[in-house]
């Protein structure tokens, strides 16, 4: 009989996986459309009910009655089935990949159970325009969450309304010129201040919001350069927003320091806490000195990450500067809870109601089946993995980590592969391609790049230890192949459904297309 | 239809970085050459070369290569396992006019891309001999390169290469042609020149998902950069314009003709003076209210003193530090590893004004805060 651990073992050790995804062909929906099929067939109203109320479609105004169908597919029901799962099975998802490439996401483990209780009828069939008095049970999750997020933050105030972290970092910048202005400095104070390795968001939703942007350079360390925020701040500085860890993992001590500095000169400061895995339960915003901070419900407290959403971007403020939150909060009185909009000073609204409920159910019970000495722990945890994870893949030849050398991060890396790039010609970007034929992935950098090709990891607590020996593996081997044979690299990936893409069409406004509509339109420019 | 097959051209500098083992700075001219080989320097410029071409093996079959004789190519070309029409022959002691000769036998042909090996003083007898009139890509053997038309090693030279002539990459972009007189750097003094632009291929990244959004908008970036420039100017004031594709980008929103590698002054929209020296500056600006505009420069990322001497220590005591504009892409910046930005005006007092922290335009209502230092280190 056949030996069937050969194939997976090798003096113990596990073989890189003979990984080969699934490739069906697939059309796109719209293409699978066949006139008048349908997934499910209405009955007609009944005799009863349509002699009381005649035609339903009267009760609908003129002005709002569609003048043709919606272009939508007509699709039958197990058709949609196969048609999707054929779909999630070309996708290299969460669930079943070793997801720590992805870093600056902190991918973790969503337990499913979670999601049995945000998808239960009792939260999932709710409506925000339900009486606050029929879902007092939401609205006490949605404030018990808060908080826990308070003690984890030391912030006095929280809203769930925004819908990602940009949308908090948006609401924050809000807020901080909404406080100048209260103050009679609205229009003197002009400017945010961010670093080149904080998040990109900070700098480009306080953009959006119309701050001019000044951005600090880091020191040859890597930490932001603290003479440089001395030479930029002055009395048209509206606030600080900064990330801390920032992407490259390195956590700056001095924090309190930039702080100070900045509010000596009368500026506000926000702690983007998109890194925030690695300190939880370990320093807290408030003790730093922040007077504002968000967290990401996707990322640190477990609620998958959708693509592009639902989301939520919980934003923290100090009491003072409670009154600028959106719209609305939910207040308690007597074991009453309530939207409150009656909020006069309100920077208004950045996302529907009180934001996505669902994160917020998915979160909260994260938190509760933790407790806080768990939350503390997966925040250690994911440390530990991060330099355990450091120094395997320091180990192989062409990998570095610039900057803070010799010093532990928190809990992501951003490597370099411009050693492996000089040797070998071989970019960054496709060792990560390559990757996908062993089953994972990684992720480069925010453009333009800092640190040349770039790699960042961010092995969360969710990860075992034969998951991140087998992850450098798959590296190791990359990298070996890389040498070994470039071309084969560049030219990978062999075992996933689609190989290699024409990016000129993603840079070409004629050529791009993102929805079905798009691609008639312009498939045969 | 058929399509003709790209041909690439190759030249070898073989003397490139002669002199750097031995300590002498530098390989220009054939009596450094013969010293450095009395040193017992060893010529590393062909087998770096080689390096580069046998990253072309590969597709060997899909290009024409056209090459110079003996060691300014075949040599290298052979010990690649290319086949290459030979167009020139200089024999066996070669100068920079054989470089130039070939680089215009090279365009003659019609070459898709001409790969060159050699340092600054090679990239500068290329840009002689062609300008910006075809592709050209460095492979870095030489001693000095300061100069931005070299890939960062042979390996990654050839790839791009690769990837040219099979049409991966398409784009090109303007890199700065820049070399320091060597026999002033022996004396211990640095004095760099812009001497121009080639147009090398830009490699394009693979796009990874919305998290990465595409970096072919350099260019843009650096239009964008210079609107707000352009936007911030005051009336009735003189702004000195430095030389650079940053610039030049500030010329091309105020719909004016610059100079590439000149410095040009402007008020209220009109071109005031068109590739000016110190003396024609100081004329012009002495007295009244005027701005520099600058760039970083180089790969070193000087903001003065290597390629813009013109804007010189008593132009810039004349204007003063607060009215000089510095302006940059991010991507340059981040190219620089965000290092201190040099000056090297030639005067302590105002290299000691300059040095501390500068703000530098990097987009609409966007700056960074860079440190300036001395010299490089």
């Given amino acids: 009989m056949r030996d069937i651990t050969k194939e997976r073992f090798q003096d113990g ?57 919606p272009a939508l597919p007509e699709i039958s029901q ?38 049995d209780l945000a998808r239960s009828p009792h939260a999932a069939c709710l409506h925000p325009y339900q009486p606050d008095e029929t879902v007092q049970g939401v609205l006490e999750i949605m404030y018990s969450f808060e908080q826990i997020l308070k003690e984890v933050s030391g912030m006095d105030r929280f809203s ?58 880091p020191d040859k360390d890597g930490y932001p350069d603290f003479e440089a925020l001395e030479a930029a701040i002055s009395e048209r500085t509206a606030g600080l927003l900064m990330t801390n860890p920032e992407d490259t993992g390195i956590f700056n001590p001095d924090i309190k320091d930039f702080v100070d500095l900045a509010h000596e000169n009368g500026a506000l400061c926000f702690y983007d806490q998109a890194n925030a895995n690695g300190i939880l339960g370990i320093t807290r915003s408030r003790e730093a000195g922040f007077d504002l901070c968000h967290f990401n419900l996707h990322k640190t407290f477990s609620t998958p990450h959708g693509c592009g959403g639902p989301a939520a971007g919980a934003l923290g403020v100090t009491e003072e500067l409670a009154q600028f939150l959106p719209t609305p909060v939910v207040a308690c009185e007597d074991g009453i809870y309530r939207l409150d909009y009656d909020r006069p000073n309100s920077i208004g609204k950045v996302g529907a109601f009180h934001g996505s409920a669902g994160c917020v159910i998915r979160a909260y019970a994260w938190a509760m089946s933790l407790g806080a000495d768990g939350m503390k722990t997966a925040a250690e945890v994911a440390v530990l993995n991060n330099n355990y994870f450091l120094k395997k893949v320091l180990e192989i030849p062409g990998a570095s980590a610039p900057y803070a050398s010799g010093k532990y991060r928190i809990e992501q890396v951003r490597y370099s592969w411009e050693e492996l790039t000089k040797d070998t010609g071989v970019h960054s970007e496709e060792l ?8 994972v992935h990684y992720w480069t950098s925010h453009h333009p790049f800092v640190i040349p090709e770039p790699m960042t990891l961010e092995p969360t607590e969710s990860y075992t230890r034969a998951e991140l020996d087998e992850y450098v593996e798959i590296l190791r081997a990359v990298a070996q192949e890389a040498r070994d044979n470039p071309d084969k690299i560049k030219k990978g990936p062999y075992n996933c459904p689609i190989h290699q893409v024409n990016h000129d069409e993603f840079d070409d406004p004629n050529k791009w297309a993102i929805t079905w509509r798009a691609y008639q339109k312009k498939k045969d420019k | 239809m058929c399509t003709p097959r790209p041909k690439l051209g190759l030249i070898v500098n073989p003397v490139a970085g002669l002199g750097g083992a031995v300590g002498l700075k530098g390989s220009d001219g054939v009596d450094t050459q013969e010293k450095a080989l009395a040193l017992g320097a060893v010529p590393l410029s062909p087998a770096r070369a080689t ?11 899909l290009f024409d290569l056209f090459t110079c004789g003996g060691r300014m190519g075949l040599e290298a070309t052979r010990s690649a396992g290319l086949a290459a029409t030979v167009i020139t022959d200089p024999g066996d002691v070669t100068t920079a006019d054989d470089t130039r000769n070939a680089a215009q036998a090279m365009a003659g042909q019609g070459v898709d891309l001409l790969l060159f090996a050699g340092g600054d003083g090679t990239a500068r007898n290329i840009y002689d001999a062609v300008g910006d009139s075809i592709s050209v890509l460095g492979i870095p053997t030489g001693v000095k390169i300061y100069s931005g038309a070299y890939a960062v090693s042979p390996a990654a030279a050839g790839e791009l290469a690769a990837d040219f002539l099979q049409g991966k990459t398409k784009e090109t972009h303007d890199a700065e042609v820049m070399d320091i007189d060597e026999a002033s750097l022996r004396q211990g003094r640095v004095s760099a020149q812009l001497y121009g632009y080639l147009r090398i291929p830009r490699r394009r990244r693979l796009t990874q998902g919305v998290k990465a959004s595409s970096d072919a908008g350099e260019a843009v970036a650096a239009a964008v950069a210079a609107a707000d420039v352009v936007h911030k100017m005051k009336a009735g004031r003189y702004y000195v314009i430095g030389p650079g594709t940053t610039t030049r980008a500030v010329m091309s929103e105020l719909k004016l003709e610059g100079t590439l590698i000149g410095v040009d002054v402007v008020r209220d929209g009109r071109l005031e003076a068109r590739d000016v020296g110190e003396r024609q500056i100081l004329d012009l600006v002495t007295g009244q209210d005027a701005s520099i505009v600058v760039t970083v420069i180089g790969g ?57 922290y500068i703000r530098v335009v990097t987009g609409h209502d966007e700056q960074a805060v860079c440190k300036v230092g001395g010299l490089e280190v």
């Fill in chain 1, 13 to 69: 050790k596990p073989l890189l996986r003979r990984y080969h995804q699934a490739r069906w062909d697939e059309p796109i929906i719209f293409e699978l459309s066949s006139k008048d099929e349908r997934g499910i067939l209405l009955p007609e109203v009944e005799k009863g009910i349509r002699d009381k109320v005649g035609d339903v479609l009267d009760a609908l105004p003129e002005g709002m009655r569609r003048e043709r169908p």
């Fill in chain 1, 78 to 115: 197990p058709q949609v089935l196969r048609h999707y799962v054929r779909l999630s099975q070309q996708t290299l998802g969460a669930d079943f990949n070793i997801d720590v490439g992805q870093g600056t996401c902190t991918m973790k483990y969503s337990p499913k159970v979670h999601e």
């Fill in chain 1, 160 to 217: 769930m309304q925004p819908g990602a972290g940009s949308a908090a970092i948006y609401a924050s910048a809000s807020i901080i010129r909404k406080y100048h202005e209260m103050r009679g400095e609205g229009d003197t104070r002009d400017e945010i201040i961010t670093t080149s390795f904080s998040h990109p968001s900070d700098a480009a939703c306080a953009k959006v919001a119309g701050y001019n942007i000044v951005t600090l350079p």
């Fill in chain 1, 432 to 439: 990560g391609v390559r990757a996908a034929d062993y089953g």
């Fill in chain 2, 51 to 61: 390096r580069a071409l046998e990253r072309l093996a590969k597709i060997k079959d």
């Fill in chain 2, 300 to 356: 070193q990322g000087y903001l003065f003193g290597r390629g813009n001497q013109q804007i010189s220590a008593r132009v810039i005591r004349e204007v003063g530090r607060e009215n000089i504009i510095v302006v940059a892409t991010r991507a340059k910046l981040n190219s620089l590893r965000w290092r201190p930005l040099l000056v090297d005006t030639g005067d302590d007092e105002v290299d000691a004004v300059l040095s501390g």
